[in-house]
Nanobody
Framework: QVQLLESGGGLVQPGGSLGLSCAASGSIFSIRAMGWYRQAPGKERGLIAHITSGGSTNYADSVKGRFTISIDNAKNAVYLQLNSLKPEDTAVYYC??????????????WGQGTLVTVSS
């Protein structure tokens, strides 16, 4: 079993910053990539940031230059620094990971989601 545990959501004012963390635990052989999706009310879940174990990153256009994703391979953890937040960034943020488990198969795992609310 593999679990992803997220932390760091909350209420922040427009223009403010917030940091999200996600740590994977369990029967992990290796992690290929990790990232973050978000889902705003009434909208579909969409990818906002992705990072490989080698450190290659991709961002959605809507967050480029404001959000920064990083990975700590030793801790099986991924982080998302959210800066210059806007009300439209309000959403539930979900961590995911492509993990190879001990049977050598690779699966996608998801965190439970953490709510980020940007409001004055």
């Amino acid at each position: 079993q593999v679990q992803l545990l997220e932390s760091g959501g909350g209420l922040v004012q427009p223009g403010g910053s917030l940091g999200l963390s996600c740590a994977a635990s369990g029967s992990i052989f290796s992690i290929r990539a990790m990232g973050w999706y978000r889902q705003a009310p009434g909208k579909e879940r969409g990818l906002i940031a992705h990072i490989t174990s080698g450190g290659s990153t991709n961002y959605a256009d809507s967050v480029k230059g404001r959000f920064t994703i990083s990975i700590d391979n030793a801790k099986n953890a991924v982080y998302l620094q959210l800066n210059s937040l806007k009300p439209e960034d309000t959403a539930v943020y979900y961590c995911y990971a492509d993990i190879t488990v001990w049977d050598k198969n690779t699966y996608a795992y998801w965190g439970q989601g953490t709510l980020v609310t940007v409001s004055s």
